[in-house]
């Protein structure tokens, strides 16, 4: 009788782990070297609401190289976009910001590095 119960509480509670937007992979990639991109895209695990989601990107002295004004892909709702200025050679921070469609907050970082 208890492996009945503890399968529901197990299940219910891997059901719920998956009830949020994580990241599932970006372009550029997590820690990658490329040639200048002009735009970071992150793709989610769910779909995200875009008036509450964000993606910001930074140099290493910290200042935004972002254009501002991410979006939600319009073909895609788990997917974010934001254009970033010219960007020389270096290390860059992406910070991202997302509310699911079912209302659950995540958040995270990555850095990727353009090459000379």
């Given at each position: 009788?208890?492996?009945p119960?503890?399968?529901?509480?197990?299940?219910?509670?891997?059901?719920?782990?998956?009830?949020?937007?994580?990241?599932d992979?970006?372009?550029?990639a997590v820690?990658?070297?490329?040639?200048?991109p002009q735009?970071i895209?992150i793709?989610?695990?769910?779909?995200?609401?875009?008036?509450f989601?964000?993606?910001?990107?930074?140099?290493?002295?910290?200042?935004?190289?972002?254009?501002?004004?991410?979006?939600?892909?319009?073909?895609?709702?788990?997917?974010?976009?934001?254009?970033?200025k010219?960007l020389p050679?270096?290390?860059?921070?992406v910070?991202?910001?997302?509310?699911?469609?079912d209302?659950?907050h995540?958040?995270?970082?990555?850095t990727?590095?353009?090459?000379?």
């Amino acid at each position: 009788m208890r492996t009945p119960v503890l399968a529901l509480i197990v299940s219910a509670i891997a059901g719920a782990a998956w009830a949020h937007a994580f990241l599932d992979h970006s372009s550029p990639a997590v820690g990658a070297t490329v040639r200048a991109p002009q735009e970071i895209s992150i793709w989610f695990t769910e779909a995200v609401e875009p008036a509450f989601s964000r993606i910001e990107v930074s140099d290493s002295a910290g200042t935004r190289v972002d254009e501002g004004g991410t979006h939600v892909d319009a073909a895609d709702h788990a997917l974010l976009h934001v254009a970033v200025k010219p960007l020389p050679a270096g290390t860059y921070k992406v910070t991202w910001r997302v509310v699911s469609v079912d209302t659950h907050h995540t958040q995270g970082d990555f850095t990727f590095t353009v090459a000379p």
